[in-house]
């Protein structure tokens, strides 16, 4: 089926459920729902993956940075990553993972470095096996001549890559596969209540290049928002903004691109202030990513979050950061795309962030 047709079919429709976000999240909730039987209506604003869903630090992995602060989720994003390098082979595959620990590297030392890769085994089941050990730092460095001689020690434990953007437009088009009408380019407008002043429906606008720009209506028994980090701007659409402030603060991600080939394939992890890791991954073939921030990030209005901008002190960290690990090896001349984006992350003392 088309995007005509699914325009059609949306346009006046009546479903159990409409999904507005065609990210990552929205899209395995359509699919979810269209494999139990549910009849589902999908609406994206601008493109599938065009948000946080498609520029991601490109890492399959459960955590290593969580294990301090929620365990639960690393053996369950540990689940979801075995599950994904079996489901999409093409797109998501196990990378090995090099964790250098040099004089100044805090908070590691051998026991602690030991114990927290043990314990990242424990939790996230590592493929069914035990796979992190302290590597021999000789053989670390044969293997990736460019690194920083002599490293006190160096952690090796498994995670993994995807292609973040093309896994979602796979569930999508599961989704659509199951019997779910997907519509991207669609914009939605403004929302439909029933007299009870129940959340049933949206009105959204046909935004697709050459469209005509006319405004369509759909309803639904469950309406479910799959924003991510728009999510104010649609309670605020939905009239749900209340006064206890935002429900987000969304947390911003920087990732560099470079045209090298350093790693051998691997990913390579640089530890910074406290507990806070950075990643150096194995992009594409002779490409590596390197990120991200964390930064905290106003939003106004769509222009904030459509065009979030990379910033030269994200850059100067960034690069500071490869220095201390990779000296001399990269410069700017070799950054040849950034990007970023928004963690659409709950501000812990609201409650906000639920349409009825």
């Known amino acids: 089926m088309n995007r005509a047709e699914n325009l059609d079919r949306i346009s006046g429709g009546h479903f159990n459920v409409l999904v507005i976000g065609g990210g990552i999240t929205g899209a395995g ?59 999409c082979r093409h797109l998501a595959r196990p990378v090995e993972y090099l964790l250098p620990v040099y004089g100044n590297t805090p908070p590691y030392d051998s026991a602690t470095l030991r114990g927290t890769l043990e314990r990242y085994d424990e939790l ?12 021999d730092p000789g053989a670390v460095l044969s293997a990736l001549p460019k690194l920083r001689p002599a490293p006190l020690l160096v952690g090796s434990y498994r995670d993994g890559v995807m292609d973040d953007a093309r896994i979602t437009l796979e569930v999508i088009l599961a989704a659509a596969g199951a019997g779910a009408a997907v519509l991207n380019h669609a914009a939605v407008t403004s929302v439909i209540r029933n007299p009870a002043g129940q959340l049933r429906g949206a009105r959204f606008r046909d935004e697709s290049p050459g469209g005509a720009m006319v405004e369509h209506t759909v309803s639904a028994d469950t309406v479910v928002s799959a924003v991510g980090p728009y999510t104010d701007l649609l309670l605020k659409m939905a009239g749900e903004g209340g006064t206890a402030g935002p429900a987000l603060r969304p947390s911003k ?25 950075y990643f150096l991954i194995p992009f594409q073939p002779g490409y590596l990513a390197m990120g991200c921030t964390d930064l905290d990030y106003a939003v106004r209005d769509y222009a904030d979050l459509d065009h979030v901008p990379v910033i030269e002190a994200e850059i100067a960290l960034t690069m500071d950061l490869l220095e201390s690990v990779f000296p001399g090896e990269f410069s700017r001349r070799d950054i040849g795309a950034s990007y970023s984006r928004l963690r659409p992350r709950v501000r812990p003392e609201t409650t906000n962030g639920r349409l009825p």
């Open 29 to 87: 909730i359509a699919w979810d729902c269209a494999l139990r039987g549910l009849s589902v209506a999908l609406l994206e604003r601008t493109d599938f993956a065009a948000g946080t869903s498609g520029v991601s630090s490109k890492m399959a992995h459960a955590g290593l940075r969580y294990i301090a602060n929620d365990a639960a989720l690393v053996t369950e994003a540990g689940i979801e990553r075995e599950r994904m390098f079996a489901a």
């Open 124 to 135: 996230c089941g590592s493929g069914g096996g035990r796979h992190s050990r302290i590597a």
């Open 253 to 277: 991600g920087t990732h560099l691109i470079f045209k090298k080939q350093l790693t051998s394939g691997k990913a390579v992890v640089i530890p910074a202030r406290g507990n806070v890791l």
